[in-house]
Structures are given as structure tokens and as C-alpha cells.
């Protein structure tokens, strides 16, 4: 009896000795126990603003998805340089995500000499919505020097060089270089404000402080309630939501295609594994109608892949590389 339990016993061992290395391999592997603790999400621009509104909507998310507290830290600075470069530089583990919007990535290396990163030092993870910029007025602004159109502004800053202002979200930002471009295509001369984040610069345009300025979809309900006048969007389309306002292209200015993203990714070498269960939890945002309507507000919901998104990065890294060569634009 006792020899037969002892042989059962050690067939049992040799069974256990081939299963449990696979096991202990599933559990030990890059997404096999990940993640076990919380993780922090970096967005490099300040709380409140646009890429803050979408972060805090997929933090949510991703917390519900994963079972680990996603924490929101605002890195804000030398648009976005500082936020980005600390993802850039942490450890490639999935404890560490970056939410950010496009220029962070496509145009902060190629336009400041100071940038602590390039876009490979980043792993895509998921895109997560588009938009295009509307290019706004202040209406008071507008109506005394009867600027209601694109062509009427080109007059305008034709007939008084440098006395149009306008703003952004800091020097070398999608919304900069999409005005440096109008001004370029237009030939003409215009003053360029930066300030710390969009919302900055729409609420300077709002109270006067400045003349115009490329505004993110925050702009809509300003725009309804009669605080901003809208005068093009930068896309090749109008917008569902504006369909009376004309595109920059339409208005005579060809070509003109401008338009911004934000996205979720984490430090380059990050195991594909935990990339690709990121990109998943992240898409579950799709069946939360309450999540998906609040990311709505600020663009069109994308959710573009990992590879994709890469591509895309690619892509836009050399287009807007060759407008800033052919601007001239380069910042300490």
C-alpha cells in the first residue's frame, strides 16, 4: 500500500515538475501578474486643461479595467517638454503612461534645441481622438474691424503688419505653427503670444487680451454662447458640429491641412504584452457611454492600434518637420 501511495506520490511530482514551469512562466511573464500596483499616468500640461480632461476620462477607465489605481500627475512646462522627457526617461515597466497631445511628440523634438527626447523614445500605445483647430475671434474684436471671414482677416493684418495678436499653447505648439503657416500662405504679419495651455489662450481671447487664436473643440460651447466668433476650421472638412464655418482651404488658402490628436503611450521597451493589454482596457472607454460622451466633447473618438498609431507618429514626424524647415522656426 504504502509503495503504491509512494509511486503515485512521485508520479504525481514529475507531473507537477512539467506543469508548473509553464505556470510559473504564464505568472511570471511581462503581462502574467502586471499590474500589481498602482500606476502613474503623466500628462504634461496643466490640470484643466484639454489633454488633462481626456487623461482623468481613460485614468478612470483604465482604473476600473486593470484593478490598480491609474493616478493622473501634471508634469506641466516648456509645452510639455518636462512631462514628456520624465516618460520618456522612466522605466519601461507599464507602471509609467504618458497622455499627451501630437506637438509633444511630433514637433517638440524637431523644433527645440533643449528636448531631452525624440518620438522613438516612446511606445505608442493607443490614439485616442482628432481634431481640428477652429480659428477664432474675439467678436467685439471682429465687429469694429470687420473681420468675419479668413479673407477679411488677411486684409485686416495686410493693411497693419504685427498688429493682429494671437496666442497658443506655448511656443513651437500645433496651434503656433498652424498660424505661422496661415501666415506664410497669406503673406502676411501677425504676433504671436504663447501662453501655458489652450484654455489660456481661448480665455485671453474671450476678455479682449488678444485679437484671434487655432482653439480646440473646448471652444464650442464659448462659441454657442456667443463669447468667441468662429471664422474656419483647419481640417480639409467642416465640422459636424460648425457646419456653416467654411475650412481655411475653402477660403482660398491651399493647401491647408492642420489638425491635432491625443494619444496614450508609455516609455520605449515596453513589453508588447502590457502594450497590448493597455491598448485593450483602453478601448473598453467604447462601451462606456458615459466615458465615450465626455471624450467626445473634445474630438472624434479614434482608438487607432498600436501599429497604426506608430505609423501615424512616423507620418506626421517628417510633414511637420518640413514645415518648420521651410518656416524657419527653431526654439532654445
Known amino acids: ?12 511530482g514529475c ?20 499590474p500589481n500596483k498602482p500606476i502613474r499616468m503623466i500628462v504634461p500640461f496643466p490640470a484643466g486643461s484639454f489633454t488633462d480632461t481626456v487623461a482623468r476620462v481613460l485614468s478612470d477607465r483604465l482604473t476600473k479595467s486593470l484593478g490598480q489605481p491609474v493616478v493622473v500627475e501634471n508634469k506641466a512646462g516648456a509645452n510639455g517638454l518636462i512631462g514628456v522627457g520624465e516618460a520618456a526617461r522612466s522605466a519601461p515597466d507599464g507602471y509609467t503612461l504618458l497622455v499627451t497631445n501630437s506637438s509633444s511628440v511630433t514637433i517638440n523634438p524637431h523644433i527645440y534645441k533643449k528636448a531631452s527626447y525624440k518620438a522613438r523614445d516612446l511606445a505608442p500605445v493607443t490614439l485616442v481622438l482628432e481634431a481640428p483647430f477652429i480659428l477664432v475671434t474675439n467678436p467685439e474684436w471682429s465687429q469694429k474691424h470687420a473681420v468675419a471671414t479668413v479673407p477679411d482677416l488677411v486684409r485686416y493684418a495686410s493693411q497693419n503688419p504685427g498688429k493682429i495678436s494671437y496666442g497658443s499653447a506655448g ?22 503670444v504663447p ?11 474671450i476678455s479682449g487680451e488678444l485679437d484671434t487664436a487655432f482653439d480646440t473643440w473646448t471652444a464650442l460651447p464659448q462659441i454657442k454662447s456667443g463669447k468667441l466668433k468662429p471664422i474656419a476650421v483647419s481640417s480639409t472638412r467642416r465640422m459636424t458640429q460648425l457646419p456653416d464655418v467654411p475650412t481655411v482651404e475653402e477660403a482660398g488658402l491651399k493647401p491647408f491641412n492642420s489638425t491635432f490628436w491625443i494619444g496614450l503611450l508609455a516609455p520605449a521597451g515596453t513589453p508588447q504584452p502590457i502594450i497590448q493589454k493597455l491598448h485593450a482596457a483602453t478601448r473598453g472607454v467604447l462601451d462606456d457611454e458615459k466615458g465615450k460622451a465626455a471624450l467626445s466633447q473634445q474630438g472624434d473618438v479614434v482608438m487607432i492600434d498600436p501599429e497604426n498609431f506608430a505609423k501615424r507618429v512616423e507620418k506626421e514626424e517628417v510633414s511637420w518637420d518640413a514645415v518648420i524647415q521651410k518656416e524657419g522656426i527653431t526654439l532654445d
Do not use: C, D
Open 1 to 12: 500500500m504504502k509503495r503504491r501511495a509512494l509511486t503515485a506520490a512521485m508520479g504525481m
Open 15 to 34: 507531473l507537477l515538475a512539467v506543469a508548473l514551469p509553464g505556470a510559473a512562466a504564464a505568472q511570471s511573464g511581462p503581462a502574467g501578474n502586471w
Open 171 to 192: 511656443p513651437g505648439n500645433i496651434a503656433h505653427l498652424s498660424f505661422a503657416m496661415l501666415n506664410n500662405r497669406a503673406k502676411i504679419s501677425t504676433t504671436h
Open 195 to 205: 501662453y501655458k495651455s489652450a484654455a489660456q489662450a481661448e480665455m485671453a481671447v
